[in-house]
C-alpha cells in the first residue's frame, strides 16, 4: 500500500460518516472522527480503530460546523496530528421533522441552515485554504442530497433549500478555482438508512409515512452496502468537479421495475420503531 492518505470526516460519529470512516480505516488510511460532543468523537476513534488495519490511526476532534472557530480548530488538529489533510468530506447534517413551508419552526430555519449550508462553506472554505497552502493541495467532498438536483416534496422545503443552495455554492466555486491545487467533488450517496433518515419519514402509520416506506424499501440501503463502494470511488482520486453517485437514475429506474417482480426488504423492524 501507498502512504496512508489523512482523510478529515465531518458529523461521522454515526451514520454514513462513520461507516466511510470504518472503511477508510480498515484500508490502512488515517482518520479524524468529528461530531459536536468531543467525549463521542474519541469513542468512536477508539471502537473504529479496533478495526483499522495497517499505519491507520484514528483521532476524535469535537466539531460543531455552525461555529467556525470550532471548524477552523478541526483543522488545525488534523494538521498538528498528522502534518497535512489530503481529503476533506463535509458530511455533517441535519433535518427537521417534516413540516409545511407555512408552519417551519424558527429554530428548524436557523439550525438546518447553519449546518447544512452556512456549516458547510465556512468548513469548505477552512480546508480550502489550508490545502492550498499544501504542496499537494487536497480534495474537498461536499455531501448531496434529497433537493441537490431541484427535486422538490411537501415538507422538504427547508432541508431540500439548504442541499439545494450548496449545489450552486459548488458550482460556482468550480467556476472560481479551475487551475488551483485543490479540488472540489460532490459526494452523493443516495438514500441511506440512518437516524437522519428514519425521523425523515413521517409520523408512523400516516399515509405519507407508508407512502416513504414503500419509496426506501424499493430505493434506499444500508450504510454497510454503500460505504465501502464511496471509499472505493473516493480512492481513486477522481477529477476536479467529479460527481461520486450512488443511486443513479438508471439504478433507480431498474429498481422501480424490479420491484414490479422481486420486493426488496431494507428496513428492518427497529427502524420502524416508534420512540
Known sequence: MTKPLVI???GSTRGIGKGMALEFAQRGHHVVISGRSHEVAETVARELQRSASGESRLVGVGCDVACRGDIEALWQRSVDRFGKVDIWINNAGISHPRQRAGDLHS???VAVQQT??????QATQVALNGMSQQAEGGTIYNMEGFGSNGMSRPGMSLYGASKFALTYFNQALLKEMPSSPVKVCYLSPGIVITDL?????G????????????IYEILADRVETVSPWLVEQILRM???????????SGKAARRFLGSLFRRRQVLRPADLAVD
Open 107 to 109: 429554530r428548524d430555519i
Open 197 to 201: 433518515l428514519k425521523r425523515d419519514m
Open 203 to 214: 409520523v408512523a402509520g400516516s399515509t405519507e409515512f407508508e407512502r416513504t416506506r414503500k
Open 116 to 121: 447544512n449550508l452556512t456549516g458547510v462553506m
Open 238 to 248: 477522481p477529477v476536479n468537479g467529479a460527481r461520486i453517485a450512488w443511486l443513479t
Open 8 to 10: 478529515v470526516i465531518t
